[in-house]
């Protein structure tokens, strides 16, 4: 089996700080329905509620931001027709802070994985549509292609770098990237087995049938007793305002999902227990909701709490509740991609893409993410003349 130290050079790192402002959207339609006069603002307000409340599509036409076959129209009530061309303009803006350096755990031709920083995205959504890792990736793709000499880092083979799976915004770890198109295909297809197949495997027997399968680890709150837990609470979506494609949350009608947590450390002072967790499944935020349904939410989850459900619900949003640029303002409460939880994508075994040998990847935890002997460890290495 293969290990990412012997694949790549120590501390190989890249990143472009990013710019003050992004680029801006522009979003396409073309009208091929509608009810007789149907006005400009009855269109947008009713086809993309979830993006803004009818004031803000009001504000966002009287400010020039919508063209009709490529003329600026500002009447909300202009009578729009079958066959028209309607292109929004998102004006640029400031998006929040996001590290933008990405290590380089192991590389080769067809993958590379990287170790993600918590805060950062991993593909475009809501305010961040340019700090993501998506977007690091394609720069550093261009800049080696327009180089005369291409560095190690991110070997061009068809130069479209893209990750195969997520990792919420406050994960850490491992993040593994398809370098080619058949890398991409058949990384997806490991992915999407293991989430279609849910089946009592764990760890050993994972290691020799499943083509990909990671580690985490966690830190949540109280103290679990058993060694080993095994959580099996469905997971489904419920209406959430703030998150336009619902809340994902423990459901008996939910999809199945499975995810084995084995005791590393109980810290009894703190009420606080050290877990490393292994997901068979990958429903989106699994971990957080599986250790919450089993009473033992993150430690500094803002959304989940015990049950693997939200706190509460927050109240529908009202139509003169719009931001500067027109959408809705951030909502009060807690939405998913809200940092603050202890998370690690820890470990990660693959299989190869195109040559099928066992590929072993690590990414060392944070400090308070790692048991007593890790933290002596690292302890005594720094003490150590250089």
């Excluded at 396409?28 to 979830?50: H, M």
Aim: proline share 8%; charged share 20%.
């Amino acid at each position: 089996m293969a290990t990412a130290d012997s694949e790549r050079p120590p501390a190989s790192t890249f990143g472009v700080p990013w710019p003050a402002l992004n680029d801006g959207l522009t979003y396409s339609d073309v009208v091929k329905s509608i009810s007789p006069d149907t006005t400009l603002l009855q269109f947008y307000s009713s086809e993309y509620a979830s993006s803004a409340p009818v004031q803000g599509w009001l504000q966002r036409i009287k400010n020039g931001q919508i063209t009709i076959d490529g003329q600026v129209v500002t009447d909300p009530e202009t009578t729009l027709r079958i066959g028209s061309v309607l292109v929004y303009h998102r004006f640029p803006w400031e998006e929040p802070y996001a590290s933008y350096k990405l290590e380089v755990l192991y590389e080769d031709d067809d993958v590379i994985a990287l170790n993600k920083p918590s805060g950062l995205q991993v593909l475009p959504g809501g305010l961040f549509q340019q700090r993501t890792v998506l977007t690091q990736l394609q720069w550093q793709a261009n800049k080696s292609t327009s180089s005369s000499c291409i560095s190690r880092t991110l070997v061009v083979k068809d130069r479209h770098p893209v990750p195969v799976h997520r990792l919420g915004r406050g994960t850490s770890g491992i993040l593994l990237c398809a370098k080619t198109k058949h890398a991409k295909v058949r990384l997806a297809s490991y992915f999407a087995d293991g989430t279609s197949a849910v089946k009592r495997k764990f760890h050993t027997d994972a290691e020799c049938l499943r083509k990909v399968f990671k580690l985490y680890r966690a830190l949540v709150t109280g103290i679990i007793e058993l060694d080993e837990v095994v959580i099996e609470s469905p997971i489904g979506v419920i209406h959430y305002p703030g998150v336009s494609k619902g809340l994902y949350v423990a459901s008996s009608s939910g999809k199945p999902a499975l995810s084995k947590a084995i005791v590393l450390e109980r810290n009894v002072q703190r009420n606080q227990t050290l877990v490393q967790v292994e997901i068979q499944s990958g429903r989106p935020h699994q971990i957080r909701i599986h250790l919450a349904f089993i009473g033992h939410p993150l430690v500094g989850d803002p959304l989940y709490v015990s049950g693997g459900r939200p706190n509460c619900i927050p109240s529908e949003r009202t139509d003169d509740n719009f931001a500067e640029d027109g959408g809705y303002r951030k909502p009060s409460k807690p939405v998913p991609g809200d940092c603050g939880y202890h998370l690690h994508a820890h470990k990660l075994v693959l299989c190869h893409p195109s040559t099928n040998q066992r590929i072993e990847i690590t990414a060392p935890p944070p400090p308070m993410l790692r048991v007593r002997g890790e933290l002596d460890q690292a302890e005594a290495a720094e003490k150590m003349p250089a």
